[in-house]
Nanobody, 127 residues
Framework: QVQLVESGGGSVQAGGSLRLSCAAA????????LGWFRQAPEKEREGVAA???????TYGESVKGRFTISIDNNKNTLYLQMDSLKPEDSGMYYCAADSLYCGTRFMTLQEQDLDAWGQGTLVTISA
């Protein structure tokens, strides 16, 4: 049973914006750390952003100042607002959850070490 469901991916031109969503009711209710990873073809998987139950956020260096992670507790949804998009932001974006680690440690975890991992949503940024 899939517990994390991403949506909101698509194709936009460089400089544009997208907002990704992740339905994560079970994990928000249980105060898990939540975050986003991405992987582009022939590139290593990269931690993008994370948020803990207190609202403390962590961002990868390549997205700082452009991306914003947030949680809407009323909608049980995790968001990733992506602005000033660049072609190198293209890739499959995955929502993830973990009960033990957060912050920079969370963003280095492998998929098999995370408590939950979504199916992904594709983001394509054209030059």
């Amino acid at each position: 049973q899939v517990q994390l469901v991403e949506s909101g991916g698509g194709s936009v031109q460089a400089g544009g914006s997208l907002r990704l969503s992740c339905a994560a009711a079970r994990y928000i209710d249980a105060d898990y750390c939540l975050g986003w990873f991405r992987q582009a073809p022939e590139k290593e998987r990269e931690g993008v952003a994370a948020i803990d139950r207190h609202g403390t956020t962590t961002y990868g260096e390549s997205v700082k100042g452009r991306f914003t992670i947030s949680i809407d507790n009323n909608k049980n949804t995790l968001y990733l607002q992506m602005d000033s998009l660049k072609p190198e932001d293209s890739g499959m974006y995955y929502c993830a959850a973990d009960s033990l680690y957060c912050g920079t440690r969370f963003m280095t975890l492998q998929e098999q070490d995370l408590d939950a991992w979504g199916q992904g949503t594709l983001v394509t940024i054209s030059a």
